[in-house]
């Protein structure tokens, strides 16, 4: 019954920046923990950021790579999660996947989540 949509993929440069959306539909938003994954080409997918039920400040999480480069916010009135991506680098080339689970908050393993989006690729190359 959820679906996870994400866009805003796409083709940039090295030191671009990014904004992913993940919309969330057939269950009350709110009551689902939120987070972003990253799967490069033939490698296991990786955590890159979480959100909590309500989105406050105290509640997001990010890999160590990360660096303070990347925000990770979401809106329950709108059922949208979003990936703010600063400072891209060629490294983080891959098909990004938002995710949804109603037990764990900050999670940072894929058995962390119940629901998968599809995802959208995301390229970084001079």
């Known amino acids: 019954q959820v679906t996870l949509v994400e866009s805003g993929g796409g083709l940039v440069q090295p030191g671009d920046s990014l904004r992913l959306a993940c919309e969330f539909s057939?269950?009350?938003?709110?009551?689902?923990?939120m987070a972003w994954f990253r799967q490069p080409l033939g490698k296991e997918r990786e955590f890159v950021a979480a959100?909590?039920?309500?989105?406050?400040?105290?509640?997001?999480y990010y890999a160590d790579s990360i660096g303070g480069r990347f925000i990770i916010s979401r809106d329950n009135y709108k059922n949208t999660m979003w990936l703010q991506m600063n400072m891209l680098k060629p490294e983080g080339t891959g098909v990004y996947v938002c995710?949804?689970?109603?037990?764990?908050?900050?999670?940072?393993?894929?058995?962390?989540?119940?629901?998968w989006g599809e995802g959208t690729q995301v390229n970084i190359s001079s």
């Open positions: 995710a949804a689970g109603r037990y764990y908050t900050g999670g940072r393993s894929t058995e962390n989540y119940d629901y």
């Open positions: 057939g269950r009350p938003f709110s009551n689902y923990a």
């Open positions: 959100i909590g039920r309500s989105g406050g400040g105290g509640d997001k």
